[in-house]
């Protein structure tokens, strides 16, 4: 489906695209890599080495990159054999020494070298605290990687249409293709949102000499930042005319299912949903209560570095500030800030850190102080749509005392092939299930 969407592969919709297997193909010799790697003792590997793709033991994101000639190349979607890392891993964890040979020193020698090559290992624990230890994304600057990844999307969603889907089968069906394409970026979100309050630090060791911690520096802070923001426009997040006109409801004995959209509007596919699903996504990946508390405490120690007022301030400018080019991106675009202004009230809520709690509520309330002066220039649907928003934040802020408001927002369909969370390998511990998303498969 991935590939379905991405490239509309079926022209007349009878042939078979041979693309299709050979990326299915690619993708399940790396699961088998990955698999035999578990049984040989390794755990995951999520780094983003220099080196390139370093393990069999990371989650791949297909690799996809747009030519000059507007056409994509896909030749290296998934990577072919063991990775340098795995090498290593085994290499430590098996290699006979001839009698003689120090062996901790053999050891610590094949961990050195690798070291020299970038060829390091970050697992389940650091995944979205350090910049570079990510779950299927690519490249190893986040921010750079997300620009790329919106801009093929952006191709591929201009380019969909009923050739994403076999001749014969109900148009409906091009929402399931659809979801992965249109989400495309979800995984380079958390990427990037992870260099943001990112701290890049080493399991260092007493005596080996190495830099053990240190935050990601302000320019790729604000590279990140720039970077999420740029999915917040509501020009990335409307859908196109072929698609708004052609998607019909979904006939009898094709039920909705989780794999799909959340909809407002009943059976008939919602416009504005998926773009709400999105924008939760990137807007709750930087108000992460545990991120902006790493915001708070970074600039507190270094002043240069990105603090949560300017973060918040950001994301205000960048989603209230837009200029819509049509009514469909206005209504996307109160849709973002609604998405905003509720999990700001999320993070005032329930962020553990009081000063996280603070600054939040302080936007909150200079928000709602902004508001009138908004509501008496605009139309009647951003009239209406402010009303409620000042109203819910004074609502919130002057709640009785005690009473804590989560807001409800719409679920994205699940996006990885495997059960979250993801599996700890080094740790065990019994997984936790969330109830929505029974986790079948324990890879
Ligand atoms: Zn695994």
Redesign the pocket.
């Known amino acids: 489906m991935i590939a379905e969407g991405l490239l509309a592969p079926y022209e007349t919709g009878d042939e078979t695209p041979p693309e299709l297997a050979q990326w299915a193909l690619a993708r399940i010799r790396q699961l088998s890599a ?2 035999v790697g ?1 049984t040989l003792g390794l755990g ?1 590997n999520y780094y983003d080495s220099r080196a390139g793709r370093i393990s069999v ?1 990371d989650y791949p994101h297909p690799l996809i990159t747009l030519n000059r000639d507007g056409t994509f190349d896909y030749s290296e979607v998934y990577d072919v054999g063991i990775g340098e890392w795995d090498k290593v891993a085994i290499a430590y964890g098996y290699q006979d020494f001839p009698g003689g040979t120090d062996e901790g020193q053999a050891l610590t020698q094949i961990l050195d070298q690798a070291w020299d090559r970038d060829i390091r290992f970050f697992t389940n624990q650091d995944i979205s605290i350090h910049p570079k230890a990510d779950q299927w994304s690519n490249g190893t600057e986040a921010p750079a990687e997300l620009n790329r990844m919106m801009e093929v999307r952006r191709v591929a969603l201009s380019r969909f249409g009923e050739k994403a889907i076999k001749r014969g089968m109900p148009l409906a069906t091009m929402e399931e293709v659809l979801v992965p394409l249109y989400l495309h970026h979800r995984y380079q979100v958390t990427a990037a949102a992870s260099v943001l309050g990112g701290l890049d630090y080493i399991y260092a060791m007493r005596g080996d000499g190495r830099e053990p911690v240190r935050p990601v520096p302000a320019e790729q802070q604000q590279a990140a930042l720039s970077a999420l923001l740029a999915t917040l426009d509501p020009s990335a997040l409307v859908l196109p005319e072929a698609i708004v006109q052609t998607l019909p409801p979904r006939p009898a004995g094709y039920f909705r299912h989780r794999e799909l959209f959340p909809r407002y509007t009943g059976s008939t596919f919602d416009v504005i949903a998926p773009a709400t699903v999105a924008a939760d996504h990137t807007v709750s990946s930087i108000l992460n209560a545990q991120r902006a508390a790493r915001l708070v405490e970074q600039s507190a120690i270094n002043p240069s570095l990105p603090d949560l007022h300017g973060v918040i301030d950001a994301l205000i400018a960048a989603t209230f500030g837009v200029t819509p080019n049509n009514p469909y991106e206005a209504e996307v675009s109160r849709a973002i800030e609604r998405v905003v202004v509720d999990r700001l009230i999320g993070l005032a809520a329930t962020a553990r850190m009081p000063q996280v709690r603070a600054i939040a509520t302080m936007r909150l309330e200079r928000l709602q102080n902004e508001i009138p002066s908004w509501t008496a220039r605009a139309d009647q649907s951003d009239a209406a749509h402010y009303t409620l928003l000042a109203r819910d934040i004074r609502r919130f802020l002057d709640r009785a005392a005690g009473t804590v408001e989560q807001p409800a927002t719409l679920a994205a369909p699940p996006g990885a092939p495997i059960g979250e969370p993801a ?1 700890d ?1 080094l740790v065990p511990r019994e997984p936790r299930c969330s109830g929505r998303d029974v986790p079948l498969n324990w ?1």
């Open positions: 990955h698999e578990h995951h033991m599996m390998w890879k």
